[in-house]
């Protein structure tokens, strides 16, 4: 198993482009998560999404937006990419019926927006 | 919105020494996750306290939790360089997940 793999590893963008980041899981899990991480802040949550074709807010949703069209694929969408998005994104999955909610980790895709 | 502090932010310790990572959490919860992170990568499931009173050891980690002070401690015992990463707690309410700031330990030889 691959686990939960993000597409593109880096990327670097000029304000008002837009992108698309690809989060992957082959375990069958149920919950997808998309985090950004920045320095001396922690993981914030940006969107999540319970089942298929469904998303959430969370807690930093402004200038994203995610689709869920597939159980093993969640979507990360930036429309007009500003210099605050720049920051390390992370995707996790999990799985509800194990009880502990694990999260799994996706590598990260390092984002620049000059 | 869920608030999770920990403390201390940095710490640097010797070798062989012991020393214990704190996470307070501002509402009730009964869950909390403790992850690592290595310096470019991504994190890792360390520990799940499930309820009050649960405690997990591995190695040379033990994590407890006391849902009723809302704190949970991340114990290291006789450190060593291998330890040396960030170290991540986080809870949950609903289904968001609240991260700390994390804590950067050094272990020094």
């Known amino acids: 198993n691959a686990g939960v793999t993000q597409t593109p590893k880096f990327r670097v963008l000029k304000t008002g482009q837009s992108m698309t980041l690809l989060c992957a899981q082959d375990?069958?899990?149920?919950?997808m998560y998309w985090y950004r991480q920045d320095p001396g802040m922690g993981l914030r949550l940006i969107h999540y999404?319970?089942?298929?074709?469904?998303?959430a807010k969370g807690e930093v949703p402004d200038g994203y937006n995610v689709s869920r069209l597939k159980k093993q694929n969640f979507l990360l969408g930036l429309e007009s990419a500003a210099p605050s998005q720049t920051s390390v994104y992370f995707c996790a999955s999990s799985y509800p019926a194990d009880f502990t909610d694990t999260q799994y980790f996706g590598p990260g895709t390092r984002l620049t927006v000059l | 919105e869920l608030k999770v502090e920990q403390n201390p932010l940095f710490l640097s310790m010797q070798e062989g020494k012991n020393y214990t990572i704190y996470c307070n959490y501002s509402t009730t919860s009964d869950r909390l996750y403790w992850y690592r992170q290595d310096p470019g990568k991504s994190l890792e499931s360390l520990f799940v306290l499930l309820s009050n009173g649960a405690v997990k050891q591995e190695g040379r980690l033990m994590a407890s939790l006391d849902t009723k002070a809302r704190l949970s401690t991340l114990h290291i015992t006789a450190a060593v360089h291998d330890l040396s990463a960030t170290y991540f707690c986080a809870s949950n309410t609903g289904n968001q997940f609240y991260f700390g700031t994390g804590t950067s330990l050094t272990v020094i030889p």
């Open positions: 375990m069958n899990h149920e919950y």
């Open positions: 999404s319970v089942g298929e074709g469904t998303t």
